[in-house]
């Protein structure tokens, strides 16, 4: 069985909210990916890959991305992660038209919605939104490489827990795993 969560299971089970022998079952071997937007690397390879299976499934040709269109991939936060991102793909071979799937593409993260950001340009939300982006990712990191240990990313983030605690909860992450 193939399983994937949002939620710190570990901070679950200590606290008593996911039961232990469900746990050490479905634990075989446990995989951390991290979210696309911490990996857009990636975002070449894996959009060919879905270009590839959609034109084969709907019977047209394959899409060709401009360098442009790439480089508004990498741009975008991709709240939805994989799953989003392969139904944009979808939608670029389905419609021929790449221009009008990405279009479709609006930042539901909170930190845009508080922002703003998707109600019009403005230099303050945009610098407000870059800066909340770029503290996420590097709470994100230092979480996953302490295993979600709060205390030890605070550590490494040279700055108190309290405010590691209060910084996960303004961004959304509190209790859940950044994967």
């Not at 939300?125 to 990191?141: D, G, K, M, P, W």
């Not at 302490?146 to 309290?162: D, V």
Request: proline fraction near 4%.
């Amino acid at each position: 069985m193939i399983s994937t969560t949002r939620r710190g299971l570990e901070d679950d089970l200590r606290s008593g909210k996911f039961e232990e022998e469900l746990y050490f079952r479905l634990n075989g071997i446990c995989l951390r990916v991290p979210p696309l937007r911490e990996r857009r690397e990636d975002l070449p390879e894996l959009s060919d890959f879905f270009l590839t299976k959609y034109a084969s499934l709907f019977e047209r040709s394959r899409p060709v991305l401009s360098a442009e269109i790439l480089a508004r991939l990498a741009a975008y936060s991709w709240p939805g992660n994989i799953r989003q991102m392969e139904n944009t793909m979808k939608k670029i071979v389905a419609t021929g038209d790449s221009e009008t799937a990405l279009a479709e593409l609006v930042d539901i993260s909170p930190a845009a919605l508080k922002t703003g950001a998707s109600s019009g340009p403005s230099l303050k939300a945009a610098a407000r939104a870059a800066s909340r982006q770029a503290e996420r990712e590097l709470i994100s990191r230092a979480l996953t490489r302490t295993h979600w240990n709060r205390k030890k990313a605070a550590g490494e983030l040279q700055i108190s827990y309290k405010a590691l605690l209060y910084k996960l909860k303004q961004l959304g992450l509190e209790g859940a795993d950044a994967s």
